[in-house]
DNA sequence: GTGGTCTAGACCACA
DNA sequence: GTGGTCTAGACCACA
């Protein structure tokens, strides 16, 4: 799934950092999944191992992942990738909060709104 | 009728935005009314031209007015309009509760921060 | 790099904001990638600060950057951006659909209907 | 359900047209659909059947309704109302795909979205 | 330094 | 007449 773009001026290690955190961040993949060893990664994207040991150090630095000795890399879910998620969640609400202001929604139809919609997904 | 305040903070478009918004939103300017053209306007509350055409375009931009070249603005509000927006509303909640979902936030919190983000407000 | 093309009908501010979501949507510019400041770029491309101002006001409307006062502007665009933005645009086709069927027009009447527009820009 | 707005500078009758014509082209009012009698909307909005008569007529004039004498008056379905309807539609499909272009959608995923759509109400 | 707002005034297309 | 775009340049808050 992951394609590397050649074109692109930045590293290739950075572009793989780049597109695991997208993953992580949006869920695609959860925490605790395993990620693919990084000899398979390398072989699937005609790369260098090396390359691929790269991206996962600055994975794990940045704390998107952490590694079992002998058993491999995982997803990590640590508070400050929830908090993030959270200060993003928040921002869009404000946004949307402020669009429905607009038009004369108050506080108490949004929440209906989400109370139902909650109510498909349980 | 409208009147700038030059103790308020915010910018002189803005406050002109609003106004308009609460006149179209109340039904004193009904649908299709015409909109006071942008020199007139300018020139009654002492403002430059540009600041009035800022102020339109966001009126434009959000949906309250709608503009005919070489004839002037017009307002554009009208149920059909709030229903469009509603459903709008609705289709972001509903992508927000997903991305909650996925890190593993509540509905409860979700409207928490949405009652406070309201309390900003009032 | 940025050409203004004179010959264009199109106004430069839209010229420009054409230009960068180019960039950002193809990955040129990556998320969270500086902007050329607003006077550089006016500079560079001998245009007044207004109208690169301009431009960057809509890029910011469409979310494609995000500005930090008294820092500059980013690249905002990223995938979950994009997830977003497909659930509202099916959110909005939803609240069409169900003003269609009011009228009684038909699904393929619908399809046929973009397809005209899209031949439009082909 | 008609709420007459007194603080509202234009004549009644002109509020019932408008608000009529919304519930007609919105759909809340179907083709064919009885209309209120004079005497009944005179009573329960407690005004003078002459105003309510007035309005009825202006809205036989719009071709929003037709009356058969001696049995009523009924909600029209004549083109011109659809024509409106679907150029709306049209305007808003529009204004969608714009949106789409811009983050790369294709038209054929706008369709598969609609098809998907239109199968929840099939 | 950065963007955000505003004034003053020109020129354009559209009607 | 109308709005839309653009230039030139000032002043502000924020960092």
């Known amino acids: 799934m992951l394609i590397i773009d050649y074109q692109d001026t930045r590293p290739i290690y950075e572009q793989i950092v780049d597109k695991f955190q997208k993953l992580i961040?949006?869920?695609?993949?959860?925490?605790?999944?395993?990620m693919p060893s990084v000899r398979n990664l390398a072989m699937e994207l005609s790369i260098n191992p090396?390359?691929?040991?790269?991206?996962?150090?600055?994975?794990?630095?940045?704390?998107f992942i952490y590694t079992v000795k002998g058993k491999g890399g995982f997803v990590a879910f640590n508070e400050?990738?929830?908090?993030h998620k959270k200060e993003e969640i928040a921002g869009?609400?404000?946004a949307i909060l402020a669009e429905?202001?607009?038009?004369g929604m108050s506080r108490e139809e949004i929440?209906?709104?989400?109370?139902?919609?909650?109510?498909?997904k349980a």
């Open 25 to 34: 961040l949006s869920g695609v993949l959860p925490p605790h999944e395993r």
């Open 100 to 103: 429905a202001e607009d038009i």
């Open 111 to 120: 929440i209906a709104l989400i109370e139902k919609e909650g109510g498909k």
């Open 80 to 83: 400050s990738l929830v908090e």
């Open 92 to 94: 869009k609400l404000t």
């Open 50 to 63: 090396n390359t691929i040991q790269k991206a996962y150090e600055r994975l794990e630095q940045k704390g």
